[in-house]
């Protein structure tokens, strides 16, 4: 069974700081790992992809992938109460179209 | 909503009686995938179609069937719905970008359904 897993909040952070989500994956092969957005009673909605190891930055969001320690991360920079919302871990596992989800974090940016 | 539709978008039905459910999208995407999300277990997939008639299972398939007749039309039917499937159902879709580029899934607007 492939997993993807993020810590499940609440993370709570004062608005103006960076909110930093991590996610672990479990399946070495993996190539493509995404962040979604979900605000509460929506779907999801795709905030970045990252397919190479490093940084890849849009605007206020930045995600990291590190593949030899399976670890992929979104910092949100000048955090906004409208940054509040769960977000969503998800990797291609093996070669195929298979998305897998992690359980999602919470976050909470208070005003 | 990249031109995915769900309908219905919300419903109510009884323990035994047959559901379905459609995903409509406009997009001439190859993938589509029905999931399903509940408190504390994050979006499960159940079935996924890699093209027309072609759909295999996903994580929590049982008790769910798929059908794909045409390539815009994904329909997932609960044979005899139980309590147990009251949940949130999102369809998504993902393919090749023009140029070969990677692939991004995409999600509906969701089908909230309880089961009484």
């Known amino acids: 069974q492939k997993e993807v897993e993020q810590n499940s909040g609440p993370l709570s952070v004062p608005e103006g700081a960076i909110a930093s989500l991590n996610c672990t994956y479990s399946?070495?092969?993996?190539?493509?790992f995404f962040w979604y957005r979900q605000y509460s009673g929506k779907s999801p909605e795709l905030i970045m992809s990252?397919?190479?190891?490093g940084d890849k930055e849009d605007g206020r969001f930045t995600a990291q992938l590190n593949k030899a320690s399976q670890y992929v991360s979104l910092l949100i920079r000048d955090s906004q109460p409208s940054d509040s919302a769960t977000y969503l871990c998800?990797?291609?596992?093996?070669?195929?179209?298979?998305?897998?989800f992690g359980p999602g974090t919470r976050l909470s940016v208070l005003p | 909503d990249a031109g995915i539709t769900q309908s219905p978008r919300h419903k109510v039905t009884e323990t035994g009686t047959p559901v379905t459910l459609r995903c409509h999208q406009t997009?001439?995407?190859?993938?589509m995938y029905w999931y399903r999300q509940d408190p504390g277990h994050g979006l499960r997939l159940i079935h996924y179609?890699?093209?027309?008639?072609?759909?295999d299972k996903g994580e929590v398939s049982d008790g769910y069937s798929v059908s794909r007749s045409k390539t815009e039309d994904f329909l997932l039917t609960l044979e005899s719905a139980t309590s147990s499937q009251t949940s949130v159902y999102f369809c998504?879709?993902?393919?090749?970008?023009?140029?070969?580029?990677?692939?991004?899934?995409?999600f509906g607007p969701g089908t909230r359904l309880t089961v009484l």
């Open positions: 998504a879709i993902s393919g090749r970008t023009s140029g070969g580029g990677t692939d991004t899934q995409y």
């Open positions: 399946d070495r092969v993996s190539q493509s």
């Open positions: 990252i397919y190479s190891n």
């Open positions: 998800a990797v291609i596992s093996g070669y195929g179209q298979n998305f897998v």
């Open positions: 997009e001439n995407h190859r993938y």
């Open positions: 179609s890699y093209g027309v008639k072609d759909t």
